[in-house]
């Protein structure tokens, strides 16, 4: 009922920049939050970044001053700005949303399908 279309990763050297996108379709009837996660191989996926529909924003540790989360609530997209990127952030990106379906009276969480980043020499 609700699809997320995750682009714009790649291999990137240290300290470069990458801008992921992920934008929710679907009938949707309203988003309470978008989110970014990240899995590198033998880890536990662990949060990068949520934003609400009212902007309040939240960030890991590891990457404050670093990655910027944004969205456009009329796109139902959100972005990650990721600069002076480190290779300990090479890991699959996954985009998360927390929604409401038009068919459902409860909110459910959907997750897109993955965008590989790499961060080497």
């Known amino acids: 009922q609700v699809q997320l279309a995750e682009s714009g990763g790649g291999l990137v050297q240290p300290g470069g920049s990458l801008r992921l996108s992920c934008a929710a379709s679907g009938r949707i009837a309203s988003i309470n939050a978008m989110g970014w996660y990240r899995q590198a191989p033998g880890k536990q996926r662990e949060l990068v970044a949520t934003i609400t529909r009212l902007k309040l924003t939240n960030y890991a540790d590891s990457v404050k001053g670093r990655f910027t989360i944004s969205g456009d609530n009329a796109k139902n997209t959100v972005y990650l700005q990721m600069n002076s990127l480190k290779p300990e952030d090479t890991a699959v990106y996954y985009c998360?949303?927390?929604?409401?379906?038009?068919?459902?009276?409860?909110?459910?969480?959907?997750w897109g399908q993955g965008t590989q980043v790499a961060v080497s020499s």
């Open positions: 998360s949303v927390t929604a409401r379906s038009m068919d459902a009276p409860f909110t459910s969480d959907y």
